[in-house]
């Protein structure tokens, strides 16, 4: 079966459209700046792309990690790009283009290695990636003489006649159509060769051009375009769904980049960034949590009963901090015990995040049984909260939207108050986003984490980041905007922050454990 | 149908220049055809004639035919007893400059070349999973592309 027309938007988007270059790039026009008077219902897009939402992150320490090298490449850019290193490689090793860009490809994209080899034996570079230097235009039969062409039986003219190096002639028709169809089935066609049995000879892009139609060659572009994130190291598609753009990171660096669409993610694997725990605990997690599925579907259920009444509640915010509708209880979502323990001004003595293991009641032995048991529970504890901070920061992403109408609301109120007078709202949301995220992957970090002093100590920073945490999200979720506190936003906000950079900082530089 | 007349050519010069062993029969739909495949002289199969069935898909030569036995099936080791041959130029090695004839004289070598009449070692599994699809659905691991 071929898939066709596979638009470079991101890896894992099947969407089949196939405009001409109709590529949607997250349009950055129309940041309106006017405020005129609107209805309230409409939806009003407030647009803060590129280096206005540098200047607003610029002084969120969260952001400006040691890697601040990466760029973050739009569909556009990744073709220009592209062509850029084309038209290098063009320049330097003074061969065509089209056979630049295939020598590229067949050295994933590795310029350097591509230019050191040429210099050093160029026959066996050429020999690599399938081309001839001479002879990379496409030949025209014998003008005197008619020829069959083997595809179509049809007889023509010689000089109707096509073929590569090889002289394996067929009609112009048949050529376009063999290639067309290479194309429908998908990227391999950039390595499509010579239609005869067991010949070798690549149709480069110039020939592909020459003869395909536009459409076809559009595909084709966005195949190459694709190549030439997929085969580079040093470039990683955005994992968030409908970015489309990817991040280039020069060599060296391989932790947490963060794509201009504010989706972070890990150089190493792709996925969105999982810090503290690492790329392999990360894979050993999600295994465990497919094979325990069914477990997990009743733990991550979106009602529950109340602890109290038994009145059934569904979770609609990310907050954890829960106040049944009927009798007033206040309790945490997770472990469904009173919040009053949960909070700091009882001392928080009631550590929601620690996994205490069952006492062994007096035996020194347990069956396999117990064990197996145990293990479970354990497993359940930390997947419980990992499922909880996921969920949560899914409706706090919402939340990230509902922020700018939020915004554009408070400038509304107040008409002396600018757009820098409200950014702080955003600036809220986004730690809030970013804490859970990092939230999610402590309980990860910490199910594999032995215990002693060192877990302690990480516990200790992951509950002081969860209580700020839950502090922010219900300000920002329960509090009407016109009666925002911005003080105590832009306070707890920073506060926040804080607490993340030391809880990262902690368990990357081996303040808790020596990680291998 | 793109390629009628390829086809028709096609027919014409398999009936006008026969091959030895191979016999065009019903082919009353042109994109449906029947061919008999006889055991070569002097091979395991001497003496055998089978019934291979020829489907070609709109663009064909562009996509390859469906090729499949029917009725008395060979004992081969790349031919599963549902009729399926695991043929490298079926599947991914097709070429459009390949034809019925090419094909036919391709399975001839493949028969020929055997040496011990066995099934393919996993008839069993394969042909109870692929029960009622086209062999050109599956995913081919070729035994052996020398053929
Ligand atoms: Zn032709
Ligand atoms: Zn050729
Ligand atoms: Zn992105
Ligand atoms: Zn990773
Ligand atoms: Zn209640
Ligand atoms: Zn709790």
Known sequence: ?516 | MQYTKRLQKELQKIQSTPIEGITVGDVSNLQKWVVQLDGAKGTLYEGEHFTLQFCFPNNYPLESPEVIFIGNVPIHEHVYSNGHICLNVLYDGWSPVLSVSTICLSLQSMLSSATQKVRPRDNDNYVRNCFGKSPKQGRWLFHDDKV
């Open chain 1, 1 to 516: 079966m071929s898939k066709s027309n596979k638009k470079i938007q991101s890896p894992q988007s099947d969407s089949m459209d196939d405009t001409d270059g109709d590529i949607d790039y997250g349009s950055d026009e129309g940041g309106s700046d006017e405020e005129g008077d609107f209805d309230e219902d409409e939806d009003i897009e407030i647009e803060i792309e590129g280096e206005e939402t540098d200047g607003i992150y610029d002084d969120t320490d969260l952001n400006r990690s040691k890697n601040s090298d990466f760029t973050s490449l739009s569909a556009e850019d990744l073709i220009n790009s592209q062509q850029e290193q084309v038209i290098h490689c063009h320049e330097v090793l003074g061969v065509p283009l089209g056979i630049a860009g295939a020598l590229l490809r067949a050295y994933a994209w590795d310029k350097e290695k591509l230019f050191l080899d040429f210099f050093d034996n160029r026959d066996k570079v050429i020999k690599k990636a399938n081309v001839n230097l001479n002879d990379y235009v496409f030949h025209k039969g014998d003008a005197k003489k008619e020829m069959t062409c083997p595809v179509c039986y049809d007889d023509y003219n010689g000089g109707l006649m096509l073929s590569l190096s090889c002289k394996h002639f067929l009609c112009r028709r048949c050529m376009k159509d063999y290639l067309e169809v290479e194309i429908k089935d998908g990227p391999a066609c950039l390595h499509a060769k010579c239609p005869y049995p067991k010949c070798n000879v690549l149709v480069d892009e110039t020939l592909v051009k020459d003869i395909v139609d536009k459409k076809h060659y559009s595909t084709y572009s966005k195949f190459i375009a694709r190549s030439f994130v997929d085969d580079n190291p040093r470039i990683k598609w955005c994992p968030a769904p409908d970015c489309g753009r990817a991040v280039y990171c020069p060599e060296g660096i391989t932790d947490t980049v963060t794509c201009t669409c504010s989706c972070k993610f890990c150089f190493q694997c792709g996925k969105e960034s999982h810090v503290p725990c690492s790329c392999s605990e990360l894979v050993k997690w999600l295994k465990k949590e497919k094979d325990e599925s069914e477990t997990a579907t009743w733990l991550t259920a979106n009602t529950k009963d109340c602890p109290k009444c038994n009145r059934s509640i569904e979770k609609n915010g990310g907050c954890n901090h829960m106040t049944c509708s009927l009798c007033k209880y206040e309790f945490c979502w997770v472990c469904m015990e009173d919040w009053k323990d949960h909070s700091s001004g009882t001392g928080g003595y009631y550590k929601c995040n620690r996994y205490k293991p069952e006492e062994l009641a007096g035996r020194t032995k347990e069956t396999d049984r117990e064990t197996a048991r145990r293990e479970l529970q354990k497993y359940m504890h930390y997947f419980k909260r990992y499922a909880n901070h996921d969920k949560s920061q899914k409706l706090e992403k919402q939340l990230r939207e509902k922020a700018q109408d939020k915004m554009k609301e408070l400038t509304q109120i107040n008409k002396y108050s600018s757009w820098v007078d409200v950014e702080y709202i955003q600036k809220a949301v986004q730690t809030l986003i970013d804490c859970r995220g990092s939230l999610k992957y402590t309980y990860v970090y910490g199910y594999y984490l032995d215990e002693g002093q060192e877990k302690n100590l990480f516990e200790y920073l992951q509950e002081d980041l969860e209580r700020v945490t839950e502090r922010l999200s219900e300000i920002l979720e329960s509090t009407p905007v016109e009666q925002f506190d911005r003080d105590e936003i832009i306070a707890t906000t920073r506060s926040a922050a804080t607490r993340l950079q030391h809880l990262l900082e902690g368990s990357s530089n081996g303040l808790v454990v020596e990680r291998k």
